[in-house]
């Protein structure tokens, strides 16, 4: 079994490779060629939870399982609020193979994911990026979304205006090519994007429906466990909505849930898995005016096929397996 570290899994797995990586794996998913059981989310005291994704893929026979912790306090400290690992195995024998550091696979391959359903739904004139978040997945959202649309300016809204002013200005640093700007709100965020992408570790809606602008195209990613909510549910009622995957959405998406509970929109209303738009099966954005909206909960056929990547990239550079 190979180890694989999260610079070498950065190494070997580039943006623009994972967007088109992700894109694929996911009509793979949309046309039945995966199985995923649904995420088993474990509290193990306070906020602090274990998630737990196996799957496999029928391509190739590639399955494995992503083993994550998530500790929504870990940024304060530095740290990913996603850390764990995803093992994959060998088809033939079960053996373990690659171990491979799943913060950066979730960080790249959840921002992949945003940008392949931006390059599906957004308009596209769309020049102006608003992130929702501060943290790891903000700073891959930026780059990811940058690669698919002519981005010129980016505006940040965080937790306090003091937490937006210093990731802005680390932003900055990192893509000069690009204007930030520190948002004074949320709702100011919203108003004054083409593109928006909400990042955050909340726990309650923070994005009612009616801040978000006709035209805008709108990736949610927060909130992955069906107790945690990031953006209204009316807001998926007034969108052309797409999921990552149907099961999870109806399942863990308190958002769709809610809504749907309370009569706001019907299942029909969500328009399909996004890998059904990826394989032209069902039509997307039809104007300009139109909002749309991609809920992602992440599903780990995403994970898979990332790390199986990875793993067959560092063994090409000549990676050694280890003895358990």
């Given at each position: ?8 899994v ?7 490779q994972?967007?088109?990586l ?5 009509i ?8 995923l059981?649904l ?36 940024p ?23 171990m ?47 690669q698919?649309?002519p ?5 940040i809204?965080?937790r ?19 204007t ?12 004054r ?12 809606s923070i994005?009612?429906?009616?801040w978000?602008?006709?035209?805008t ?10 107790f ?10 007034r ?6 995957y149907?099961p ?17 929109f ?7 898995e996004?890998?059904?738009l ?15 909206l991609?809920?992602?909960l ?11 990547h ?10 050694q397996?280890?003895?358990?």
């Amino acid at each position: 079994m190979i180890v694989i570290s999260a610079e070498h899994v950065q190494q070997h797995l580039p943006m623009a490779q994972a967007i088109d990586l992700v894109t694929a794996t996911m009509i793979d998913v949309a046309e039945g060629r995966a199985i995923l059981p649904l995420r088993n989310v474990i509290e193990i005291g306070g906020d602090n939870r274990i998630g737990i994704m196996p799957g496999a893929l029928s391509a190739g026979g590639l399955y494995g399982v992503k083993i994550l912790s998530l500790f929504p306090g870990n940024p304060a400290k530095g740290l990913s609020s996603h850390i764990g690992a995803v093992v994959l195995f060998d088809p033939e024998t079960g053996a373990p193979t690659a171990m491979v550091n799943a913060d950066m696979i979730t960080a790249i391959r959840t921002s992949a994911a945003s940008a392949a359903a931006t390059r599906a739904l957004a308009r596209a004139d769309a020049t102006r990026l608003s992130v929702i978040g501060t943290s790891e997945q903000a700073e891959f959202h930026i780059e990811a979304i940058a690669q698919v649309r002519p981005i010129a300016e980016v505006h940040i809204a965080g937790r306090s205006h003091a937490k937006a002013e210093g990731f802005a200005a680390r932003m900055a640093e990192r893509f000069p090519a690009l204007t930030f700007h520190a948002a004074p709100s949320i709702q100011e965020a919203a108003l004054r994007a083409d593109i928006l992408c909400t990042v955050t570790s909340a726990t309650e809606s923070i994005l009612p429906a009616d801040w978000v602008q006709p035209g805008t195209h709108v990736n949610a990613v927060g909130a992955s466990v069906p107790f945690w909510q990031e953006i209204d549910s009316a807001l998926i009622a007034r969108a052309v909505t797409f999921v990552d995957y149907m099961p999870s959405a109806l399942a863990q998406a308190k958002d769709v849930i809610d809504g749907l509970a309370k009569g706001l929109f019907d299942q029909a209303h969500l328009r399909g898995e996004i890998g059904t738009l990826f394989a032209g099966q069902v039509v997307g954005r039809s104007s300009d005016g139109e909002i749309t909206l991609y809920r992602s909960l992440g599903v780990a056929a995403q994970d898979l096929a990332c790390a199986d990547h990875v793993q067959k990239a560092a063994r090409a550079a000549g990676a050694q397996d280890q003895q358990l």
